[in-house]
């Protein structure tokens, strides 16, 4: 085999290689869509890395308007700043992988684009890779939503229609 011959054989190993990477990576996308939760994944710092089409529908924004803002967006003003002391806790001393629920015996709410409040259960999970320490965030409506609906600024999932909007009958 001459030179010519070995270079080619080791550019087609090569993009073989990259094939499979892209399918893996395709895979893994599609995973993420798929899951049934909304998906959020935050940096260290709390910024938003990663935002599933769930999350998208449950918080009514764009990933696109939300990917590099805080995480903290998500949750009514009045909950931020504890947010960020607990997140910097969680951050320095847990440094288990396993998956934890968040916020165990507490009415977590979080808060859509538009203002409206809603119940929501969250499991945190942490992830190490090379370029750090991330943070993997699943949610769900929280089925505290019946009692929490009562509140005049309160949605529920199913006041949510598909494109994400609150029909104005159904607000409280």
Known sequence: ?????????LDE???????????????????FEALPDALIATDAAGKIVLFNEKAEFMFGYPR?????????????ERHRARHVHDREIYNRFDMSRRARTMGVGMDLVAIRSDGHEFPVDITLARMVVPKGIYNLASIRFSPRAAGLAASDHCVTEPELHP??????TDAR
């Open 1 to 9: 085999m001459n030179v010519i011959d070995r270079l080619i054989e």
């Open 13 to 31: 190993q090569a993009s073989a290689k990259q094939i499979d990477r892209v399918s893996y990576l395709s895979l893994m996308d599609a995973v």
């Open 163 to 168: 494109a994400g909007e609150i029909d104005a």
């Open 64 to 76: 696109a308007e939300v990917v590099g803002q805080p995480v903290e967006n998500l949750l009514p």
